[in-house]
């Protein structure tokens, strides 16, 4: 093992993603910088492939916006990706979702998959978590 995959296996161990895979309904919430001021950016969308993986992993987002598709390609472990959000995960048997370019309606609707009961009570715990966090988070003052 080198010198570059010992530190991105530091790095990976610090990182806390959630779990996604293509088809599922994700927010991702992007620090956007206009000037010298900053603002949260929300993306809300399908995701239809992962590729890559440790520290290089990209994912790729869909949706439609005012009747243009429009996709991004954005690094899982980015400074810029402030939180992913997992809105609605979906039952698919492909890995990569590029059908999905070409079709409208209907046929681009993808069956829900519903979770376990240990699924929930993680999700449960994890929105506690988060609530936690942000009241020991001072509020910030204009």
Do not use: C, W
């Not at 995959?5 to 959630?18: I, Y």
């Not at 293509?22 to 993306?43: A, C, M, S, Y």
């Not at 992993?57 to 472990?77: D, Q």
């Not at 070409?102 to 994890?126: F, L, P």
Request: glycine content about 6%; proline content about 4%; hydrophobic content about 40%.
């Amino acid at each position: 093992m080198n010198f570059i995959e010992r530190l991105e296996r530091a790095a990976l161990g610090k990182v806390k993603v959630p779990e996604f895979a293509p088809g599922d309904t994700v927010k991702v919430h992007l620090r956007v910088f206009e000037g010298n001021k900053e603002r949260i950016q929300v993306f809300e969308g399908t995701v239809l492939a992962r590729d890559h993986g440790g520290m290089r992993e990209t994912f790729t987002v869909r949706k439609i916006s005012a009747g243009i598709g429009v996709e991004k390609v954005l690094p899982l472990h980015s400074p810029l990706i402030k939180k992913i959000q997992v809105v609605r995960r979906a039952k698919v048997r492909r890995a990569k979702l590029y059908y999905l370019r070409n079709v409208v309606g209907k046929r681009a609707k993808i069956a829900e998959r519903y979770s376990t009961t240990e699924e929930r009570a993680k999700a449960a715990a994890d929105a506690a978590e988060e609530a936690q966090q942000a009241k020991a988070q001072p509020a910030k003052q204009p």
